[in-house]
C-alpha cells in the first residue's frame, strides 16, 4: 500500500470524525474539519464544503453517514444536525448538494451518532443513548447511561448496536427485547 492522496482541512481527533458510504452508486467520503463539513466523491474531489453548521461555531465531534438515504449526521455540543441530499443542476459531475433538514437538540452532552443499515432510524451516543425514528423525528428509546458514550455501531441487520464508553473501554451490546432495548447481563 502506499499513500494515494493528502487531503487539506485536518480532520478533527475521534473515532468517528469521516465515514464512507456509497450513496446512488456514487462513493462519498465525508469528515469534518473544526466546525465545517467537507464531502468528497469517489475521486476524493470536493462535492461540497459546509461552513459552520452549528450557530455557536461548536467543534463537530463526530460524522454520520446513512448510505439508504444519504443522510449525513454532524454531532455538535447537545444537538445532532440532520443533512439531507437534494439535487443541484449547479454541477453536472456533482448532482447532490446538501442542505440543513433538521436540528435535534438533545439536552444533554452529544459525542456520537449511527445511522441503521435500514436508513429507518438513527442512534445518538453521550451521557444518554437514544433511538430516533426518522420518519417523524421522534424519539423512540433513551436511557441514561454511566459513562459518556464514545463510539456507536449497529449490525447490519439491525437487531442489536454497541456502544463503548469514553475511557473505561467496556463495550454494551444493547438488544431489542419486548420493545425496549436492554444489554442483559454482563459477562463475567
Request: proline content about 4%; some cysteine; hydrophobic content about 35%.
Amino acid at each position: 500500500m502506499r499513500c494515494q492522496q493528502v487531503l487539506s482541512g485536518a480532520a478533527n481527533n475521534g473515532d468517528s470524525t469521516i465515514q464512507h458510504a456509497s450513496f446512488n452508486d456514487i462513493g462519498y467520503t465525508v469528515y469534518c474539519t473544526g466546525c465545517d463539513i467537507v464531502i468528497l466523491n469517489d475521486n476524493f474531489e470536493r462535492v461540497q464544503l459546509i461552513p459552520n453548521i452549528s450557530s455557536t461555531r461548536s467543534l463537530i465531534t463526530s460524522i454520520a453517514l446513512c448510505p439508504v438515504s444519504g443522510l449525513i449526521g454532524a454531532v455538535c455540543f447537545h444537538s445532532l444536525y440532520v443533512l439531507k441530499p437534494v439535487h443541484s443542476a449547479d454541477h453536472e459531475d456533482y448532482p447532490l448538494k446538501w442542505s440543513l433538514e433538521k436540528v435535534l437538540k438533545i439536552g444533554s452532552s452529544v459525542t456520537c451518532a449511527a445511522f441503521s443499515s435500514s436508513g429507518d432510524r438513527v442512534i445518538i451516543g453521550g451521557t444518554q443513548v437514544l433511538v430516533y425514528s426518522i420518519p417523524g423525528w421522534r424519539c423512540i428509546w433513551s436511557t441514561h447511561v454511566t459513562e459518556e458514550t464514545n463510539h456507536i455501531t449497529i449490525s447490519p441487520d439491525n437487531r442489536f448496536f454497541t456502544t463503548l464508553g469514553k475511557s473505561s473501554s467496556i463495550l454494551k451490546v444493547w438488544k431489542k427485547f419486548d420493545g425496549q432495548f436492554s444489554t442483559g447481563k454482563t459477562p463475567g
